[in-house]
């Protein structure tokens, strides 16, 4: 089992920035590669980004590939979004996910626990 808590989501304005941190319960957090999603208000969850089990590997969607960056930190348990140059289309609540096959898909089947989310606004 591994339980996740996001933090660091906030109300922003456009060209801003903010950090989002997943902090994880369990002493095999290094097992699992990590992933953020985020779903709008009537939109379906989608994948944001994605790091491997050492951090070597990440994956970004289009939408944020060049202002987004995906980090972790194994020895505090923690994975983090940096988030740059935000736009309102941003907007959304955002979740982190562990996926034990460790191979940081795309898809959120993929991913075996989530966090509750963090709202993140960003307005024009």
């Known amino acids: 089992q591994v339980q996740l808590v996001e933090s660091g989501g906030g109300l922003v304005q456009a060209g801003g920035s903010l950090r989002l941190s997943c902090a994880a319960s369990?002493?095999?957090?290094?097992?699992?590669?990590m992933g953020w999603f985020r779903q709008a208000p009537g939109k379906e969850r989608e994948f944001v980004a994605a790091?491997?089990?050492?951090?070597?590997?990440?994956s970004y969607a289009d939408s944020v590939k060049g202002r987004f960056t995906i980090s972790r930190d194994n020895a505090k348990n923690t994975v983090y979004l940096h988030m740059n140059s935000l736009k309102p289309e941003d907007t959304g609540v955002y979740y982190c996910?562990?996926?034990?096959?460790?191979?940081?898909?795309?898809?959120?089947?993929?991913?075996?626990?989530w966090g509750q989310g963090t709202q993140v606004t960003v307005s024009s």
């Open positions: 996910a562990a996926d034990g096959a460790g191979w940081g898909a795309r898809s959120r089947d993929a991913y075996d626990y």
């Open positions: 790091i491997g089990r050492s951090g070597t590997f990440t």
């Open positions: 369990g002493r095999t957090f290094n097992s699992y590669a």
